[in-house]
């Protein structure tokens, strides 16, 4: 599943080839992915300019003066800028064609998304989907000290364990399965302990960890940027090794006891009994 990363480099990889440039139809191959896709936009963006890319927790935003598209990659989505004119696999869903390249939209499990912001509605961050979401950890400005002390803030008063309020994207977004287990362990913080059972010195730990585990997933995904030309249906996503995420039953790099895995709320965490308390 893309997790932040992905979606990072995802949008790093389309940008210099969609920005600034005239948007000349959206071809909408079904009615919907996970929710009813907004097919009127291939009328109603017609020759309008693509202003500019964000993106916000998972969601990629191309930003029109009438509003902005949100793609979500959802489990098994990516993006891919390609020559104009090439038929459509059976999991192409969406085509958005510009006048010299089509960012193309390929999702085999469909849970992906593409919605539509009217300018109308105001800020893009009031959007439904967007507007729970935590904090970008990477935000520009943003120091691992004010990342501690939001988390700090905000789990005084929940029991839950750390690795799901961290899932749950309400504090912090960007934090995935994957990353979590991650970060729990280099901030050698047990993904059981209850959050407010977490002073705010092993807060920092897992606020540097945060910050610096996406950024360089972020960096080493730069490698791969080259495959957003092209056809080989995989571009954007990246192997990385992992000190724990998927490695049951192995030997701890640190201190060579074993890796477990447990379920939290239908989730596999994995930690080091040793190394993470
Ligand atoms: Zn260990």
């Not at 935590?134 to 789990?155: F, M, Q, W």
């Not at 056809?231 to 995420?245: L, R, T, W």
Request: with cysteine; aromatic share 8%; glycine share 8%.
């Amino acid at each position: 599943m893309p997790e932040l990363p992905e979606v990072e480099v995802t949008r790093l990889g389309i940008a210099p080839h969609v920005e600034a440039q005239i948007l000349e139809n959206i071809i909408f191959r079904r009615a919907d992915l996970r929710w009813p896709m907004p097919r009127h936009l291939s009328l109603d963006l017609r020759r309008q300019v693509l202003l500019s890319t964000a993106r916000r927790g998972k969601y990629l935003i191309l930003q029109f003066e009438k509003g902005s598209i949100l793609i979500h990659l959802g489990m098994s989505g990516h993006l891919q800028i390609l020559g104009k004119n090439l038929a459509a696999q059976k999991h192409d869903h969406v085509d958005f064609v510009f006048t010299h390249c089509v960012l193309r939209l390929t999702d085999p499990r469909r849970f992906g998304a593409v919605l539509w912001h009217p300018a109308d509605d105001g800020e893009i961050e009031n959007h439904p989907m967007l507007r729970n979401l935590g904090v970008e950890p990477l935000r520009e400005g943003y120091s691992a000290e004010h990342l501690a002390k939001l988390i700090y803030e905000k789990t005084r008063q929940r029991s839950t364990s750390i690795k799901q309020i961290l899932l749950a994207g309400e504090i912090v977004v960007g934090v995935g399965n994957i990353y979590a287990s991650e970060c729990l362990f280099q901030a050698k913080i047990n993904p059981k302990t209850g959050a407010n059972r977490i002073g705010l010195e092993r807060y920092r730990a897992l606020a540097r960890a945060i910050q610096s585990i996406l950024a360089e997933a972020i960096k080493r995904g730069g490698s791969t940027l080259k495959d957003f030309l092209g056809a080989d249906g995989k571009a954007g996503y990246f192997q990385q090794s992992y000190f724990v995420y998927d490695r049951a039953g192995q030997a701890c790099y640190v201190c060579q006891g074993t890796i477990r895995h447990i379920k939290q709320g239908q989730r596999a965490s994995f930690y080091c009994v040793n190394c993470q308390k």
